[in-house]
């Protein structure tokens, strides 16, 4: 079983920075295509960014600049370096993992970022 466990939310003020972190357990975390998503108030979720097994990145145009999605194969984890943030970045950030033949879906079960001053 696939299990995806965000951490590294919280509140900050515009401008500021975050890290999140998504730790995958149950299976082999090289082989997934991996990625942030997020979902605020009242709004659909949406792509934040990906990165496949491969090291290569996407990223969507709100975001290009400010976040950084990386990964460590070793570690088991994806990580989302948030910089400039801005109250419109405000929502619940989730982890996911795509099987590269399957392509089933793993979700986290979110971490919340609040920018706020």
């Known amino acids: 079983q696939v299990q995806l466990v965000e951490s590294g939310g919280g509140l900050v003020q515009p401008g500021g920075s975050l890290r999140l972190s998504c730790v995958v357990s149950g299976s082999p975390f090289s082989i997934y295509a991996m990625g942030w998503y997020r979902q605020a108030p009242g709004k659909q979720r949406e792509l934040v960014a990906t990165?496949?097994?491969?090291?290569?990145?996407n990223y969507a145009d709100s975001v290009k600049g400010r976040f950084t999605i990386s990964r460590d194969n070793v570690k088991n984890t994806m990580y989302l370096q948030i910089n400039s943030l801005k109250p419109e970045d405000t929502a619940v950030y989730y982890c996911?993992?795509?099987?590269?033949?399957?392509?089933?879906?793993?979700w986290g079960q979110g971490t919340q970022v609040t920018v706020s001053s």
């Open positions: 996911n993992a795509e099987h590269p033949y399957s392509k089933k879906d793993y």
């Open positions: 990165i496949t097994s491969a090291g290569r990145r």
